[in-house]
């Protein structure tokens, strides 16, 4: 259980880290942007701390994903209380069909997207390692 809970934390930073680079952002830059120390980030990042839903938040904003992201990968929220954005753009009255399917197009892309830059992320962090 306590490895399982360690586990979680170091997903967290790995996650906060993947997201920084995905933002072409130094550790710094992201430590003032959410304003953290430097050092206390790089340990959340290597998952040797254990931010609070503030921090996380805090963090959430600088790196422009949601909190909920972040909250859901450490725990403090379950996964099933996450939005499904694609079924919240269907069912809104407001838009047309044309408009829901235009929006969960771009929404998609967006996604493949970043999941393009992550894995191009894990590939490089996995070569760097193997150096």
């Known amino acids: 259980m306590r490895d399982d809970f360690e586990n979680r ?35 959340i990042e290597r998952g040797l701390r254990r931010p609070s839903a503030d921090i996380l938040q805090q963090i959430a904003r600088a790196l422009r994903i949601s909190a909920e992201t972040l909250y859901v990968r450490a725990g403090i929220l379950d996964e099933a209380d996450e939005i499904d954005v694609v079924s919240a753009i269907l069912r809104d009255p407001e838009l047309t069909e044309e408009q829901k ?31």
């Open 9 to 43: 934390w170091r997903e967290v930073g790995e996650f906060i880290r993947e997201q920084r680079r995905i933002g072409h952002l130094s550790l710094r830059k992201l430590s003032e942007m959410a304003g953290v120390s430097n050092p206390y980030l790089s340990q």
């Open 101 to 131: 399917h235009t929006l969960v197009r771009v929404y998609e892309s967006f996604r493949n997207e970043n999941d393009a830059a992550r894995g191009r992320i894990r590939a490089e962090s996995a070569a760097a390692e193997k150096r």
